[in-house]
């Protein structure tokens, strides 16, 4: 299989994938479609992403639910804090591990367009508060989970937040947050490996040990990749844009932004990441060309147990 090494080969490198809630019926169809696809590869996590203010909070749940139930994914929730209270969050999180999720990534949250909306009273402020209040949601549910601590994830930015004022703050926010209880980070996307390398160093520097794995994203159109400009605030490189914009059609289009993800991956690997995060947009298609060329070194994957048997075991 590509996607197996043989064992001992080389370190066992992470995989993860991020997904979105389906808007409608069609959507959730055509992502099931894709869930099928992305289990066959036998990765760590999906990530499930959370609407800005909690916007999809239902079908975010729902997909959590149905990844538990129906797939052999392990999946980890997204949530943001902003906006919401520490009693609306604490709830949350209970219903989250009451459904048998064991992750999550812990994110601020975009702040509202309209500064006139104001924080709301009593609402958290940063992602780090959120940490903290999932260690105190954690501890008080300890009963239930016996099996082990929550993993919580953190978002990290290799090209800095856009309201930071520099690498060095984020670098502090990151140990920051690892010292409130932070596993792992997941980065936003960047284009430049240089900027992945830089941060890792200043984070090791500054006594960040947690793994520290590179987003990224096939951009496959100048539609996602302008999509992606407003949302992150990061600029795209220029030779991407221009390749993009000379795209043939639609193939050519992946094939192009297929080969810059896999360039970056790699160069992001050679500077010693510890795996990749594949944001999908709820496609397979140019993720699972990106794995291909990839070639990770991956654990071989444990013999399926057959979906059918399972309702029998449950009858029985
Ligand atoms: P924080 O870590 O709280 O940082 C926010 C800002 O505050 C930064 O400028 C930081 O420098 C500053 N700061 C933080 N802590 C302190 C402190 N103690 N003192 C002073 N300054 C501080 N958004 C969504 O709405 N839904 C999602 O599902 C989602 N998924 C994401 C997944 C990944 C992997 C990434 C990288 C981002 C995701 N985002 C998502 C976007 C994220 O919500 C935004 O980037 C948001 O602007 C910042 O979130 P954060 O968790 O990094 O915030």
């Known amino acids: 299989s590509p996607h197996g090494a043989p064992p001992g080969a080389s370190a066992p490198i992470a995989l993860s994938y991020e997904l979105f809630p389906p808007l409608n019926a069609t959507a959730s169809a055509s992502l099931w479609g894709t869930i099928r696809e992305l289990e066959a590869?036998?990765?760590?996590?999906?990530?499930?992403?959370?609407?800005?203010?909690?916007?999809?909070?239902?079908?975010?749940?729902?997909?959590?639910?149905?990844?538990?139930?129906?797939?052999?994914?392990?999946?980890?929730?997204?949530?943001?804090c902003v906006g919401h209270t520490a009693d609306e969050l604490a709830g949350i999180i209970s219903e989250l591990l009451d459904h048998g999720v064991r992750g999550i990534l812990a994110l601020r949250g975009d702040l509202p367009q309209d500064p006139a909306d104001g924080p709301r009273p009593g609402s958290l402020r940063y992602a780090q508060d959120l940490i903290e209040l999932i260690r105190s949601v954690e501890q008080q549910r300890s009963a239930l989970l016996c099996a082990g601590r929550v993993a919580i994830g953190v978002a990290a930015y290799p090209a800095k937040h856009p309201e930071s004022p520099s690498i060095e703050h984020d670098v502090e926010v990151l140990l920051a947050k690892q010292r409130s209880g932070a596993d792992f980070a997941i980065t936003q996307v960047?284009?430049?490996?240089?900027?992945?390398?830089?941060?890792?160093?200043?984070?090791?520097?500054a006594g960040v040990t947690i793994p520290v794995i590179p987003g990224v994203m096939p951009l496959t159109s100048l539609r996602r990749v302008r999509r992606l400009g407003e949302l992150t605030g990061v600029e795209p490189a220029p030779a991407l844009l221009?390749?993009?914009?000379?795209?043939?059609?639609?193939?050519?289009?992946?094939?192009?932004?297929?080969?810059?993800?896999?360039?970056?991956?790699r160069a992001a690997l050679d500077a010693g990441a510890p795996g990749i995060h594949l944001y999908t947009f709820n496609e397979h298609?140019?993720?699972?060309?990106?794995?291909?060329k990839l070639q990770l070194p991956r654990p071989a994957r444990p013999a399926p147990l057959r979906r059918t048997a399972i309702p029998e075991l449950v009858q029985a």
């Not at 749940?61 to 990844?67: A, F």
């Not at 221009?242 to 991956?265: E, F």
């Not at 298609?285 to 794995?291: E, I, R, W």
């Open 41 to 80: 590869t036998n990765p760590d996590y999906v990530s499930v992403t959370y609407g800005a203010n909690g916007s999809n909070r239902d079908t975010a749940v729902e997909l959590l639910n149905r990844l538990l139930t129906e797939s052999t994914l392990r999946p980890l929730a997204h949530l943001t």
């Open 190 to 205: 960047f284009f430049h490996a240089d900027q992945y390398r830089e941060l890792v160093v200043r984070a090791r520097r």
């Open 242 to 265: 221009d390749a993009l914009r000379r795209a043939a059609d639609p193939a050519d289009g992946r094939r192009i932004g297929v080969s810059a993800t896999v360039d970056l991956a």
């Open 285 to 292: 298609g140019a993720a699972l060309d990106v794995l291909d």
